[in-house]
């Protein structure tokens, strides 16, 4: 099974991830991109990384920028409760985000979401 990474700076939201998708997917958490920088160094590469957008010192874009430059293969996506048109067009173009979703998010949506950016990493 494939690991999947989330990025948040909010422990309650990474806390409800890994409660909600632990049977279905392997996940593991990091409280900002700091902590996920260092995640993909020790444990990666992971075949997705989710991020939050609006997170301390390193914003979602630049971590999605420099997840691209260590990490290549991985399926990056978002998830963000501060979705504005300018974060979503920087993501896809700096990041190359595959998904994007806002918050909330249904937890069939980010399934289907996350089970596409698994099939995405295996045939990249």
Known sequence: ????LFVDDDPNALQAYQRVLRRRFQIDTALGAEEALEAMRRCGPYAVV??????????????????????????????TGNADQQTE???????????????????EALVEALEAALAEYRHA
């Open 1 to 4: 099974m494939k690991r999947i």
């Open 50 to 79: 989710v991020a939050d957008m609006r997170m301390p010192r390193i914003t979602g874009v630049a971590f999605l920028t420099q997840l691209r430059d260590i990490a290549p293969r991985t399926v990056r996506m978002v998830l």
């Open 89 to 107: 067009i920087d993501a896809v173009e700096r990041g190359h985000v595959f998904r994007f979703l806002t918050k909330p998010c249904p937890t």
